[in-house]
């Protein structure tokens, strides 16, 4: 069974092909969150009570590459299945909070909305098509294809020659029964209870047919441009969609390559390439102990990368440089000769230079060189002291 015939996704970014080796139709996924559900129908995960579940890879959309949009790119999500209330929505909206805590970014706001019950989108559905109907000489091409077949789509439009006229449209939260509207407001009230500061978006849809209630983004300013690096919301409907027993679910996905990218822009260190130890050598008279001492010190738990491919200590250096470590360690003729090596200081993180270079006896390299990394750590402003 699928996810519907007018989702975003169904509609034009499904990456479909033949498989030229035995006939097979295939397709890429776009998303995960169908995978999930159909993992748990398969497998009867919810038999024994809700389920709480997290994932990540790789997904793919058929659509033009540009900033922030790829045709491979990565997800981390999670799926709370099993739990009806506003609890679960808040729990997992808090939990993406908690993300953007541990990794320091600040500055990503929470924007909600609640589509409601099937019953109350399709009042709204009405009134969405015969306000557009009224203005349809304003509405771009994109518009005029979704008008009869997603109508809701239309709101979130990127043309801003549209967004007056979106901003004037029926809003759903207008269209709520006792009931959604109850669903909204407690979790409106549990998030305040957290002093978690959020933004009600009547305009906030998404681009799967399966959501219901709660939707809800996280969005930052990246060069000027909002970007949302978190999507999510409730989805009762999809279980049974998918041929499971009725079953309340909501989550969330993440784009990894949109939080690098904030990440990026805020400056922070962890977004760039990144390892602790480069090594460079004189080539092939010492690659062979260049080699076992670069061994040695992945067994020592450290991140190295070895120089490949030749090339003087200077083009090297720069390598190193570039590699984001934190210290090179030099392996050559004459230092072999007195059975060490050297080490320098590439980066000191917050004192932002160089230190000394120190040479080490090959035996001890990865203990001295372990133990020069944690105490950078605790004292960043003296490298290699």
Not at 90 to 107: K, N
Not at 227 to 241: H, K, S
Not at 332 to 358: F, I, M, N, T
């Amino acid at each position: 069974r699928g996810i519907g015939e007018v989702t975003d996704i169904v509609e034009k970014e499904m990456y479909s092909f033949t498989d030229s080796l035995n006939g097979e139709d295939l397709t890429l996924r776009p998303e995960n969150t169908a995978g999930v559900v159909r993992a748990v129908i398969e497998h009867s995960l919810l038999y024994d009570g809700p389920k709480r579940l997290w994932y990540a890879g790789p997904m793919f959309r058929h659509e033009r590459p540009q900033k922030g949009r790829y045709r491979q790119f990565h997800q981390v999500g999670a799926e709370a299945l099993g739990m009806a209330g506003p609890d679960a929505d808040a729990e997992v909206i808090l939990l993406c909070q908690r993300l953007w805590d541990e990794l320091g970014l600040e500055g990503v706001r929470l924007e909600i909305n609640s589509l409601g019950a099937s019953h109350e989108r399709r009042a709204h559905r009405e009134a969405l098509i015969g306000y557009f109907e009224a203005h349809r000489d304003a509405l771009d091409a994109e518009a005029q294809r979704r008008l009869h077949s997603n109508p809701l789509r239309i709101l979130d439009t990127k043309n801003p020659a549209m967004q007056a006229l979106a901003e004037q449209a029926p809003r759903l939260i207008d269209y709520l029964g006792p009931e959604s509207l109850a669903h909204f407001e407690r979790l409106q009230g549990l998030l305040r209870s957290q002093n978690l500061p959020f933004r009600i978006n009547p305009r906030l849809v998404r681009g799967l047919d399966y959501y219901n209630l709660t939707v809800f983004e996280w969005v930052a300013d990246v060069g000027g441009t909002a970007l949302t690096v978190c999507g999510g919301g409730r989805y009762d409907p999809l279980v049974e969609m998918l041929g499971g027993k009725p079953a309340p679910a909501c989550g969330f996905a993440i784009g990894v390559e949109r939080v690098l990218e904030l990440m990026r822009a805020r400056g922070d260190a962890a977004a760039q390439p990144q390892c602790d130890v480069y090594v460079v050598h004189q080539g092939d008279e010492t690659l062979d102990s260049a080699l076992q001492a670069a061994e040695r010190l992945r067994d020592a738990g450290l991140d190295v990368i070895l120089h490949c491919g030749g090339g003087s200590f200077k083009s090297q250096f720069k390598r190193a440089d570039t590699s984001g470590a934190q210290l090179a360690v030099i392996v050559g003729a004459d230092e072999l000769a007195r059975g060490e090596a050297s080490v320098k200081w590439l980066r000191s993180g917050q004192a932002g230079v160089a230190g000394p270079q120190q040479s080490v006896a090959i035996d001890r390299l990865a203990e001295v060189v372990v133990e020069a990394i944690v105490a950078n750590q605790d004292n960043p402003e003296d490298p290699g002291q």
